[in-house]
């Protein structure tokens, strides 16, 4: 069976305070990424593997979220981490009992046995999209936390899918926000159902903010939520297409 794989790599802005992090072993760099990965049905099962690091000058006891923003049934998402590898679960938020304490200045390698974070995921030969977010976060303080979300798009050989060139979500301003932010978009062609919606760094819907225009500005006022770490996205028909971090700070 022939596989195609297409990684978009974008990156997210972090917190400059943050030294709990992800990184990716074969190029030693901080990995804060939203992934796009195009696969055929029957791919064999798509893994990433990951460095947890901890450059804190003190140990940090941490847990590993996983976090379905939107699933195609019959696909299965899941992953390891620490000693423990977690089977398909189709909750949408799952935390897992285990948590793993690195000391200063140490790190969780990626590997069989001794897992920093590896991420699976099995098209089963269904067509459709998963997307699912992976948080990391310090047990002690929570908004101390890493993310990524990954897209799977299972189409069949042959067939381009132009979804993702049909939008243009931009990057909110201010960004970290205090009480507003305004976040530009752009629609290619008519839609139905199109929302800005937002979320804060536990899974729930905090926000949403329906879209009438092909272009313009999305206004979110934020006065009544905590501070820390929330992400956007566009929603067209249920289905969510990018996501991008917003920081919220007073």
Known sequence: MKVITTILLILIVSLSKAQLKIKDPSTNADVLPAYYVQVTPGSATQSFDFEIHNDYSTSKTIKVKRYILQQSIG???????????????????????????ISAGGMLPNGAGTYGL????????????????????????????????????????GIKKNEELSFKLNFCSPNPATNFVTIPYE????????KIVLHNILGNKVKELEINDLKGNAHLELSQLEEGVYFYSLQINQKLFSTKKLIIER
């Open 118 to 157: 590896k991420t699976d995921f099995d098209d089963n030969s269904v067509l459709g999209t998963s997307v699912v977010r992976y948080t990391m976060y310090d047990l002690n303080n929570v908004s101390d936390s890493v993310s990524f979300v990954v897209t799977y798009d299972v189409a069949a050989i």
């Open 75 to 101: 696909q299965d998402v899941y992953y390891c981490f620490g000693s423990n590898c977690y089977t398909a679960n189709s909750n949408p938020v799952f935390i897992p009992n285990q948590n793993v304490t």
């Open 187 to 194: 629609l290619k062609q008519n839609v139905t159902n199109a």
